[in-house]
C-alpha cells in the first residue's frame, strides 16, 4: 500500500467509536501501533479488549485513543473500500465464466471478476483459491476466516486445471484440506456443466469433499448458466428434463448415506434442477438452516412454506391490483402463490408475470438476472396502473440498480405506477401486500 492513512466512510450511531468522537472523513493510522494492510488485518486487530488507535482528524490533528471493550465488540468504522485493499482479480478463465458471457456496452464494474478470500468472509463470495499462496493459506488459519466460500467444481485435479483453464488449479483438495486441518469451516460450491463434470465426477467430488466434514459444511450444486452471447467460447450444454432427472436420482442416494451417518444431507441441488426435472421441492427439514439460499439452494421451499404460515396475516378487508414480476424458473411457483392470496382475499387481484430473459437470453430462467427493460417489455401494455412488485436480487446490493443500468425510480416513470422491492421470502411479500393494500370501501 501507497499509504497507511484509511479514510473512513461511516461512523455506525452509538458505537464506540461514534462515543470517542471519531467522524466520516476522519483517517485511520493504525491500531496497537501496527499499520492495518487490509479489512481482515483490522478485524484481526479489533479483537483485542484493550486498544489505541490513531486517528487523524480531518483538520490534520492526530488522535490517540484509549479503548477497553469486549473481545466481540466492534468499533463502529466503515472504509471507503470495503476491503481496505484492492480486490483480488480473477486469474482463471473457466470454460463455464458467466461474466465471459455478458453482453458488450454495460458498466466496467460488472466485468471485473474478483477471487479474494476477504470478499467470501464479508460478503459471501466464492473463491477458487487458485491465486493464493502458501502464506496465504497460513493468514486465513492465523486470523481464523472463517466460514469461506470455495468453488471447487471438481477435485479431479486434471479436469479442473481444464475446466478453469489454469494450471495452478489442480491442488484444491490440498488447499481445503490445509484449511480445514486449521479449523476454518468452508462452504463449497460446485457448477455443474454436463458431459464434464457431472455423473461419476460428481460423485467423486462430493465423496472426497465428504472426507472433510464437519469442515466442509455443506456442498451446493448449481447448473451452469448459459446466456446467447458464447459465441466463440467453449461449446456448453444446457441441463435438460432427463439429464437433470439423472443427477437428482445420482444425489439422492448420497444424501440419504449422508443423513444415515450425519443427520443431513451434506450436498444439495439448487431449485432449478427440481424445477427442470419436473420433481417436488424436498421438504424444510432437508434444508436445514437454507444456509445456501445465494446460490437458489432452498429458496422456493422456503417461499412456499412461509407463504403458508403468513397467510393468515393478510388483511380481508383490502383491496388493490398487483403484478408479481419473476423469471420463468419460479413463474408456477409464483403463479400459484397469487391463486392462494385471491383465495384468501378475493378483493385482491393478484398476477404472476413471466418475464422471459431478452437481454441475456432465453436459456437463462432466474429471476435474478432479469433486467429492467425486460420487465417494462413484458408489462407495458397489461400494467394498466397496477402496483408491481419484484424481488430485490433482481437488483445489485444496496443500490436500485438492475443488470441493465436502469433503476427502479426509470422503470416507475417509464411504467407510470409504483415498483415495490420484496424479498419474495414469503413473509414478507404478504407484508407489502398489506401494506400498498387499501382498506376496501363497503
Excluded at 417461499?303 to 419473476?326: P, W
Amino acid at each position: 500500500m501507497k499509504t497507511n492513512k484509511i479514510v473512513i466512510s461511516r461512523v455506525i450511531p452509538d458505537s464506540i467509536a461514534e462515543e470517542m468522537g471519531v467522524e466520516a472523513g476522519d483517517k485511520l493510522l493504525s491500531i496497537n501501533g501496527k499499520k492495518v494492510k487490509d479489512i481482515i488485518d483490522y478485524k484481526y486487530l479489533i479483537t483485542e479488549e484493550i486498544l489505541e488507535v490513531d486517528i487523524e482528524k480531518v483538520n490534520g490533528e492526530i488522535w490517540t485513543l484509549d479503548i477497553e471493550k469486549d473481545y466481540d465488540e466492534d468499533l463502529g468504522l466503515e472504509f471507503e473500500r470495503g476491503i481496505i485493499d484492492k480486490a483480488q482479480r480473477c486469474s482463471n478463465n473457466c470454460i463455464f465464466c458467466f461474466i465471459d458471457q455478458l453482453p458488450p456496452s454495460m458498466r466496467e464494474t460488472l466485468y471485473f471478476k474478483d477471487d479474494d478470500s476477504r470478499l467470501s468472509f464479508l460478503q459471501g463470495n466464492f473463491v477458487t483459491l487458485t491465486n493464493m499462496k502458501e502464506e496465504d493459506l497460513n493468514r486465513i488459519i492465523e486470523y481464523k476466516i472463517s466460514p469461506i466460500n470455495v468453488s471447487v467444481h471438481t477435485t479431479n485435479a486434471e479436469l479442473r486445471v481444464k475446466m478453469l483453464n489454469n494450471r495452478f488449479a489442480g491442488d484444491i483438495f490440498e488447499k481445503l484440506k490445509k484449511l480445514a486441518e486449521g479449523g476454518i469451516f468452508i462452504n463449497c460450491q460446485i457448477v455443474l456443466c454436463p458431459g464434464i463434470n457431472d455423473k461419476n465426477e460428481l460423485e467423486k467430488t462430493v465423496m472426497d469433499l465428504y472426507t472433510l466434514y464437519p469442515q466442509v459444511q455443506n456442498v451446493a450444486v448449481v447448473p451452469v448458466g448459459i446466456t446467447k452471447y458464447r459465441e466463440g467460447l467453449f461449446h456448453m450444454k444446457s441441463f435438460d428434463y432427463q439429464s437433470a432427472s439423472s443427477e437428482i436420482l445420482c444425489m439422492n442416494k448420497y444424501q440419504n448415506k449422508f443423513i444415515s451417518e450425519i443427520g443431513e444431507p451434506f450436498v444439495r441441488l439448487s431449485d432449478e434442477f427440481y424445477v427442470i426435472a419436473e420433481r417436488e421441492i424436498p421438504g424444510a427439514n432437508f434444508y436445514g438452516k437454507f444456509d445456501q439460499l445465494e446460490d437458489g439452494v432452498g429458496m422456493i421451499r422456503m417461499l412456499r412454506d412461509n407463504i403458508a404460515s403468513s397467510l393468515d396475516s393478510l388483511k380481508a378487508s383490502n383491496s388493490g391490483d398487483f403484478l408479481l414480476a419473476t423469471g420463468d424458473l419460479a413463474y408456477e411457483e409464483l403463479a400459484n402463490i397469487a391463486k392462494l392470496i385471491e383465495n384468501k382475499n378475493p378483493k385482491l387481484d393478484i398476477k404472476a408475470v413471466k418475464v422471459l430473459n431478452e437481454f441475456f437470453g432465453h436459456s437463462i430462467t432466474v429471476s435474478g438476472l432479469i433486467t429492467g427493460q425486460d420487465i417494462y417489455n413484458t408489462i407495458k401494455d397489461i400494467c394498466n396502473n397496477k402496483t408491481v412488485i419484484i424481488p430485490s436480487n433482481m437488483l445489485r446490493e444496496r443500490v436500485d440498480v438492475f443488470l441493465d443500468d436502469m433503476t427502479v425510480k426509470e422503470l416507475e416513470e417509464k411504467l407510470k405506477t409504483r415498483v415495490l422491492i420484496c424479498d419474495y421470502t414469503g413473509e414478507d411479500l404478504i407484508e407489502v401486500i398489506n401494506q400498498y393494500s387499501k382498506e376496501a370501501s363497503i
